[in-house]
């Protein structure tokens, strides 16, 4: 039987260094190209390359694998890859936020994924004074930031917004509380939250402004808002409008009914929201359309606002001129006729619109 040679103390060392000696090389060789692969793949990471200026969405729930695969289809990324190993190593997979981009000028994977991260810059949306309900719906579904048609199944549910101006009962819709202005919005918007910002924007600019006035007033909250949609979308001149507020004020004194076309138009409207009243002037048949928009069979303003009126209308409305005209009319140019009677309104109606 062999016997296991003893190693003295001193050859035991001399062992065991040329034993770590050994591993040392052994991880060297490994740890080496390992090395070298990471500093291939970061310098990847921060190398510069040029986009041409594309625009890309990205939809809300995408996974950073499908990101990275639409940014490479656009022309963003010419190798995927590198992106993929960036965001999965940084933790950032989650982080990447959806909206539509404008990718523009030099990038690297580390900008572009800090780009991605932010989001895309807030969008500057107009909505006009006079605008609809439809017509917002429309406006920033173009711009992206909701689904066609959600502002407006959200605005027909105004129990779902808790707003001290809105009225407690008979409010169909938010219509006449989207207060008109220039909005910044974030990609991440959704109807629910545009509207809410429209309604703060309301209540600063419309209701803590004109609380007394609105309080001293003998008409509600509501029916101001009412007349100055209807006389938003009759009127286009200031100092026409202030007139045309004291036409009404006087007619409704009267009991008088109404006749504005412009509840006419907005009755066909909420039966079909294509309805173009510009391709054809109203007919005898339009004028008997079954709703409680319609001024010209009953009595009183309308159901409720026929459009979102912008400040100068509100202001004709609580400061109206007072006039002995009880009749208007808006020729095919814009202008508005007055008159004092109904033989003087039927003569300009032949006048202007015959």
């Not at 770590?20 to 090389?25: A, I, N, Q, R």
């Not at 409680?292 to 400040?311: D, K």
């Amino acid at each position: 039987m062999a016997k296991i040679p003893i190693l003295t103390e001193e050859e035991l060392q001399v062992f065991l260094k040329r034993e770590k000696l050994g591993l040392s090389l052994i991880l060297l060789a490994c740890v080496l190209p390992l090395l070298f692969w990471m500093g291939l793949i970061t310098r990847k990471f921060y190398e510069v390359f040029e986009v041409p200026g594309v625009k890309v969405v990205v939809e809300k729930q995408r996974g950073f694998l499908e990101i990275s695969n639409i940014l490479k289809e656009k022309g963003v990324l010419a190798n995927s890859g590198i992106f993929k190993i960036y965001v999965f190593f940084t933790g950032r997979a989650s982080s990447l936020r959806s909206g539509t981009y404008d990718f523009s000028g030099k990038y690297s994977v580390v900008s572009l994924v800090n780009e991605l991260t932010r989001g895309p810059e807030d969008i500057s949306v107009v909505i006009p004074e006079g605008f609809t309900v439809f017509e917002i719906d429309k406006r920033l579904s173009e711009f992206n930031l909701i689904k066609p048609g959600s502002l407006i199944e959200l605005a027909q549910k105004p129990e779902g917004f808790e707003f001290d101006f809105l009225p407690q009962d008979n409010i169909s819709s938010l219509e006449g509380f989207l207060f008109p202005d220039t909005y910044k919005f974030s990609q991440n918007t959704n109807a629910r939250l545009a509207i809410n910002k429209m309604l703060e924007n309301f209540r600063e600019k419309v209701y803590q402004k004109l609380d007394q006035e609105i309080t001293s007033s003998p008409k509600s909250l509501a029916d101001l808002i009412t007349l100055a949609s209807v006389v938003e979308k009759e009127v286009p001149e200031k100092e026409d409008r202030k007139i045309v507020s004291g036409i009404i004020w006087q007619r409704l004194e009267k009991n008088m009914l109404l006749q504005v076309d412009a509840t006419i138009v907005y009755a066909w409207k909420l039966l079909n929201p294509d309805w173009k009243p510009e391709d054809h002037a109203l007919t005898a048949a339009d004028l008997k359309i079954k709703s409680l928009y319609n001024t010209y069979l009953y009595r009183g303003l309308p159901q409720g606002p026929i459009s979102n009126p912008g400040w100068e209308a509100i202001d004709a409305v609580l400061n109206p001129t007072e006039t002995d005209y009880l009749f208007y009319l808006s020729t095919r140019e814009g202008k508005t006729i007055f008159s004092r009677t109904a033989e003087e309104h039927a003569a300009a109606v032949r006048k202007y619109l015959r």
